[in-house]
């Protein structure tokens, strides 16, 4: 595997992503993760990525020493070349004329690093400082018109720094440098695949779990559903699954989940209609935050009482993914809190169970991968991402059993005609928003004065940031004469063209 260790870069995860999808396992450390940490995973090679901080600063991030004397092969980039310079001889400072977007690079010589492309490179840089000289061992690699130190290297110790960020998609050949470094020079020879990491994670559950029993929150969703598959194919009936119905779900998830995990998978489900306590909770209150966290509280309640049902159970199964592990490990200290996270991690220590997370390492993508590895059908497998708290923070305002059913109402119609036009599978995420304002209409004659529905629809690639799609304005059209036509209490649609960031993907 190789160890990516991260200075804060918006790119780090990126960079492992990358990686995966050449075969080449690889985890994310903070940047001050010690030498003996690194080697428990036995690493091939190490990777430092690139951060917001000037390596000439006095209190910029910085590995510590004896990590670059490991003898490991190691890959700078960006920030990270720049401390391969700074800490071994070589000069680093503010560069008068910084460098943000697209350059071309020439190669200079030939390297494994470089093996087997073209001379000249397209690549994306993204920085304010730049090397003014090279230390004792390193060679240029490559060059661009403002910066004579594109690339280095150091083919004895092999250590390599690029200026530019092969990870992102703005650097075409990118992923072949990444994949020179794994497999020519970190001498990264085995292949990561999702069958291999099946096989391995039934194993790794049978062996934590044992014969004991296995509680599972299952919300439908991509997370839980290939957890709880995942785990089923490890043990079976010792895993008991609870769906919460808290009444803000979407038009026929209740129905699908007996269907397909009940009846289809055979799991040990037990489904909870408690949508009379959250919708009575939920009265007049409006705050986004006031709900989600009376949402969680009420989901733990009533979750902990069924689960008392089943006795003893000794552990939790959850459907934490890499990003959540990434994100809980601040770089640079606490970040500012923008959504409270919904998560199960938030049951009670008296419940006094262990955590099983068999998809802890896997991105969005790769957990999609497994479900088709575990046959489970597309209809759960491609859905889009749907909130913890449901519908709750997409009807804006106070929530209402009359404003729930109205927001299902549009969101059916929008799905469907997204499915009819061949548009579902391209888009990341597509919901309604019910607004908490009324404007005037006009229908048969008469005057209305009713409620307005948002469309959001976004393309993504892993939530972390996300762009508006590009809707034909037929289909759009389509959308939003059906839902006015046929959705009682409303009388208009609008299209949200926002990106994120600026805004979120969800409105609340």
Not at 182 to 199: E, S, V
Not at 417 to 436: C, H, M, S, T
Not at 443 to 462: F, H, P, Q, W
Request: glycine content about 10%; charged content about 25%; aromatic content about 6%.
């Amino acid at each position: 595997m190789i160890v990516i260790l991260d200075f804060g870069s918006q790119y780090t995860q990126l960079i492992a992503r990358r990686l995966r999808e050449l075969e080449v396992f690889c985890e994310i450390l903070p940047f001050s993760t010690p030498l003996a940490e690194i080697r428990r995973r036995n690493p091939t090679g190490l990777i430092l990525s690139g951060g917001p901080s000037s390596v000439h600063a006095a209190k910029s991030p910085r590995p510590h020493g004896e990590i670059l004397e490991s003898g490991l092969p190691i890959l700078g980039i960006c920030y990270g070349m720049q401390l391969l310079v700074q800490m071994h001889g070589g000069k680093v400072a503010a560069s008068k004329k910084r460098e943000f977007g697209h350059a071309r690079a020439r190669l200079q010589g030939k390297d494994p690093l470089f093996a087997g492309l073209s001379r000249t490179l397209d690549v994306w840089m993204s920085h304010g400082d730049k090397a003014l000289r090279l230390g004792n061992g390193f060679k240029v690699l490559a060059k661009t018109p403002s910066a004579p130190y594109a690339a280095i290297g150091d083919s004895k110790r092999k250590w390599y720094g690029v200026q530019f960020h092969p990870e992102v998609a703005h650097t075409p050949q990118g992923d072949k440098i990444l994949r020179n470094f794994a497999r020519r020079i970190c001498g990264d020879k085995r292949r990561w695949n999702m069958k291999g990491f099946l096989d391995e994670a039934v194993r790794d559950i049978r062996r934590q779990v044992g014969d004991k029993k296995v509680l599972c929150a299952l919300s439908g969703g991509v997370d839980s559903s290939v957890a709880a598959a995942l785990i089923h194919k490890a043990i079976g009936k010792k895993l008991h699954c609870i769906f919460v119905d808290h009444g803000l779900l979407r038009r026929g998830d209740k129905e699908r989940m007996n269907r397909i995990f009940k009846k289809g998978l055979g799991l040990n489900l037990k489904i909870d209609d408690a949508s009379r306590i959250f919708l009575t909770r939920l009265k007049s209150v409006a705050d986004p935050e006031r709900k989600r966290k009376i949402i969680g509280r009420t989901f733990i309640e009533v979750f902990e009482k069924d689960a008392k049902r089943l006795g003893k159970i000794d552990f939790l199964a959850q459907g934490t993914l890499y990003p959540d592990v990434i994100e809980s490990v601040s770089v640079h200290g606490p970040s500012v809190v923008i959504k409270s996270h919904h998560n199960v991690g938030g049951l009670p220590k008296r419940m006094r169970m262990k955590l099983v997370e068999p998809l802890r390492m896997l991105f969005k993508d790769e957990v999609r991968e497994l479900g088709r590895e575990l046959g489970l059908p597309e209809e759960v497998i491609g859905q889009h991402p749907f909130p913890g708290p449901g519908l709750a923070i997409r009807v804006l305002g106070s929530v209402t059993p009359e404003a729930v059913k109205t927001l299902q109402q549009a969101d059916w119609i929008m799905q469907e005609e997204l499915r009819n036009a061949g548009w579902y599978d391209k888009i990341w995420q597509a919901f309604a928003v019910l607004l908490p304002i009324k404007s005037v209409g006009v229908m048969g004659d008469a005057r209305t004065y009713e409620n307005a529905i948002a469309l959001r629809m976004v393309g993504s690639r892993d939530g972390m940031t996300a762009h508006w799609i590009h809707l034909p304005y037929n289909l759009l059209g389509r959308i939003s004469s059906r839902i006015v036509n046929e959705v009682r209490g409303v009388n208009r649609v609008v299209y949200d063209v926002n990106s994120k960031p600026p805004a979120t993907i969800e409105w609340e």
